[in-house]
């Protein structure tokens, strides 16, 4: 019994989690959380926590008409195009990196002109700003670190981008 209560917490709290994304409507906002006797406690909710969570997870499901939270029509595709864009200079870079640590490979070759060509002009508006770390060049690191920081705020788990279409800030 205690197993199924925990159990059925759990899967409330996920049902929840899971509805993170949308907004309630008014109209559903005014109904209450059933309880034993009126008003919720701390006491009862720390006796049966399952039942309090049951019953919000039950109302929100039940409720007749969640909506996706309202956005810009232009959030979306700049996200769809910008995530796999950043997503592919960084791993240019990445492969710059490795490159660089085989000075011998001539990289107007097939596989390695590949990665140079679209990202050797990247490269060179910053390498004069830049200089060489014991002889080697960190032009590839830094553009590597901005991409990904770029990614990271715009597109993370609480990026700009993401937050605004969960949520329409």
């Known amino acids: 019994m205690i197993m199924n209560k925990f159990a059925a917490t ?7 989690a899971s509805a993170s994304a949308f907004v309630i409507p008014p109209s559903a906002l ?3 959380v059933p309880s034993r006797g009126g008003a919720v406690d701390r006491l009862d909710m720390m006796v049966d926590p399952a039942g309090l969570i049951g019953s919000t997870a039950a109302s929100v499901a039940s409720a007749s008409s969640l909506v996706l939270a309202e956005t810009e029509p232009w959030v979306e595709p700049l996200r769809d195009v910008l995530g796999p864009f950043l997503n592919l200079l960084s ?5 710059r990196v490795v490159i660089s640590w085989y000075p011998m490979i001539n990289v107007n070759e097939m596989p390695y002109s590949i990665v140079v060509w ?3 002009p990247l490269l060179k508006t910053i ?4 200089p060489p770390a ?3 060049d960190i032009t590839p690191i830094v553009w590597l670190g901005l991409f990904t920081f770029l990614n990271e705020i715009l597109l993370g788990q609480q990026g700009l981008l993401t937050m605004k279409i969960k949520y329409g800030v």
Do not use: K
Request: charged share 10%; net charge neutral; aromatic share 8%.
């Open 91 to 95: 791993f240019a870079m990445l492969c």
């Open 134 to 136: 014991f002889g080697v």
């Open 127 to 130: 390498r004069g700003a830049v």
């Open 118 to 120: 679209p990202t050797e």
């Open 30 to 32: 005014h109904a209450t």
């Open 10 to 16: 759990i899967l409330s709290l996920l049902l929840v």
